[in-house]
């Protein structure tokens, strides 16, 4: 087993930044990949970002290429996620997961997650 919980949420303007984290327990998180998905109200739970078990790779939705940095400190157990340039659209429930996750067509793909946080709401108001 795997205890994941998030931090890090909170209120912020548009334009603004924040840093998720994401502290693990149990099992040994080096062995994980991690990823970040969200779900915004009344909609499907989306990727955001994810990084492989050792961090020398990562992986991107689109919608936050450029503005979003996923890195781990396996040292720490932990995982994080800098948010810049936020903007509206960012607003939702921020979700870390943790999976043995062996190809690179699946970190997108929630279902390849074992482990998962309780969320941390993340809001950007205009």
């Known amino acids: 087993q795997v205890q994941l919980v998030e931090s890090g949420g909170g209120l912020v303007q548009v334009g603004g930044s924040l840093r998720l984290s994401c502290a693990a327990s149990?099992?040994?998180?080096?062995?994980?990949?991690m990823g970040w998905f969200r779900q915004a109200p009344g909609k499907e739970r989306e990727f955001v970002a994810a990084i492989s078990w050792s961090g020398g790779s990562t992986y991107y939705a689109d919608s936050v290429k450029g503005r979003f940095t996923i890195s781990r400190d396996n040292a720490k157990n932990t995982v994080y996620l800098q948010m810049n340039s936020l903007k509206p659209e960012d607003t939702a429930v921020y979700y870390c997961?943790?999976?043995?996750?062996?190809?690179?067509?699946?970190?997108?793909?929630?279902?390849?997650?074992?482990?998962w946080g309780q969320g941390t709401q993340v809001t950007v108001s205009s």
């Open positions: 997961a943790a999976g043995t996750i062996y190809y690179y067509s699946d970190y997108a793909k929630d279902r390849k997650y074992d482990y």
């Open positions: 149990g099992r040994t998180f080096s062995l994980f990949a």
